[in-house]
Each structure stands twice: as structure tokens, then as C-alpha cells.
T-cell receptor, first 117, second 109 residues
Framework: GAVVSQHPSWVICKSGTSVKIECRSL??????MFWYRQFPKQSLMLMAT?????????EQGVEKDKFLINHASLTLSTLTVTSAHPEDSSFYICSAPLSEREVYEQYFGPGTRLTVT | GQNIDQPTEMTATEGAIVQINCTYQTSGFNGLFWYQQHAGEAPTFLSYNVLDGLEEKGRFSSFLSRSKGYSYLLLKELQMKDSASYLCASLDSNYQLIWGAGTKLIIKP
């Protein structure tokens, strides 16, 4: 089946620094990728939709200047958490649909656990 | 508004059967998904229903009633490895997944 990878799997950073998370589709091309955030014991929350070659679409309440998304190629999207604060500590997950036609069948990356101290 | 409801936690015995219910209210409907998520890991796809009825896939079955805005996931012959959170998600008219908070399933020997 389709595989999506994320890097790093976990990261600890100091408050005020920036962290970049990579999401790669390994054996298929993804014009669209989704970024989610999940706090402990809570559901997945869609943060933004990443579109290859164009600007990302952010969900209401998500600061686009804080969570920078770059979808530079058909296999790579990056999420940069800028000026991270402890409240940004969370589990960040990306997903990609296998095709634009079957956008509902999403394949998830393994997630990145971010801890901001 | 959009809303997905499912129980927070359920407990069942190894070898038994458990049914996890999900009710949804979304703007438009393009299908209902069930995902399994082990602690600290990303969700993995279990099932997709868009038509009314029961879809069986091995030990797992998923049911949908569109008129009632209701779905359930049925797990048979429970194994200890089935201990996980089960997430219900509805695909709305914009093809966005609206997620429930998940049901934590605890399997006891």
C-alpha cells in the first residue's frame, strides 16, 4: 500500500525556536497533503491543506504566519512551527490521498511528537 | 454545526464481541470512516461506508444508516492487540474529514 513518512518522529525544542517537520509520500505523488494536530485524548484537528505549487489553505483559527507550510514538490510537504511555545506541544500528523479522485482514502504518516520546553 | 459523537471509553473481554457506535451531523455527507489508532501512533484505515448496510472485513464489520446519521464498528473475537482508540470520521460535502474524539477500547484477558 501507499506509504507516507514523517521526519522527525519526535523533537524537543526550546521556546522561541522554530521546528520543521517533513512529510513525504514515498511511492506515489501527492498534489494535496493534510496537516493535523492531535492533543492527548482528543481528536485529530485539521490545521491546513497543503497544495503542491500553491499556497496552503488554513483552517479557521490556525495562524498561517506561525505554521508555515511549503509543498515544494509532488512528494514533499513541510510544516514549520515558528517561534514555538509550550502550548504548541502536540502530535502533528500529515496525510495524503492516493489520488485526487479518491481524496477520501488518506494515508497517514507516523506522526511527529513536538515538545516545547 | 458539524458534530461526531462516540463513546469515550469501552471495556471488553478477550474473545468477545464489541460494538462501537458513532452518530454524526455534518454539512453534506460523502461517507463514514473508521480508523484504528494505537497510543502514540498515527491512525490506520479500517473501513469506509457510503451506502446503507453492513460491510464485513474479517473480524471487523462496519454498519451505516444514512437516514439515522448512525454507524457502528463491530469487532469480533477480540484480541489483546485490538486495544486502541477507534476514530469515527465523516466526509462532508467539501470532502473534508470531520473527526470524532475517538473511543478508547480496553481489552481484558
Amino acid at each position: 500500500g501507499a506509504v507516507v513518512s514523517q521526519h522527525p518522529s519526535w523533537v524537543i525544542c526550546k521556546s522561541g525556536t522554530s521546528v520543521k517537520i517533513e512529510c513525504r509520500s514515498l511511492d506515489f505523488q501527492a498534489t494535496t497533503m493534510f496537516w493535523y494536530r492531535q492533543f492527548p485524548k482528543q481528536s485529530l484537528m485539521l490545521m491546513a491543506t497543503s497544495n503542491e505549487g500553491s499556497k496552503a489553505t488554513y483552517e479557521q483559527g490556525v495562524e498561517k504566519d506561525k505554521f508555515l507550510i511549503n509543498h515544494a514538490s509532488l512528494t514533499l510537504s513541510t510544516l514549520t512551527v515558528t517561534s514555538a511555545h509550550p502550548e504548541d506541544s502536540s502530535f502533528y500528523i500529515c496525510s495524503a490521498p492516493l489520488s485526487e479522485r479518491e481524496v477520501y482514502e488518506q494515508y497517514f504518516g507516523p506522526g511527529t511528537r513536538l515538545t516545547v520546553t | 454545526g458539524q458534530n461526531i459523537d462516540q463513546p469515550t471509553e469501552m471495556t471488553a473481554t478477550e474473545g468477545a464481541i464489541v460494538q462501537i457506535n458513532c452518530t454524526y451531523q455534518t454539512s453534506g455527507f460523502n461517507g463514514l470512516f473508521w480508523y484504528q489508532q494505537h497510543a502514540g501512533e498515527a491512525p490506520t484505515f479500517l473501513s469506509y461506508n457510503v451506502l446503507d448496510g453492513l460491510e464485513e472485513k474479517g473480524r471487523f464489520s462496519s454498519f451505516l444508516s444514512r437516514s439515522k446519521g448512525y454507524s457502528y464498528l463491530l469487532l469480533k473475537e477480540l484480541q489483546m492487540k485490538d486495544s486502541a482508540s477507534y476514530l469515527c470520521a465523516s466526509l462532508d460535502s467539501n470532502y473534508q474529514l470531520i473527526w470524532g474524539a475517538g473511543t478508547k477500547l480496553i481489552i481484558k484477558p
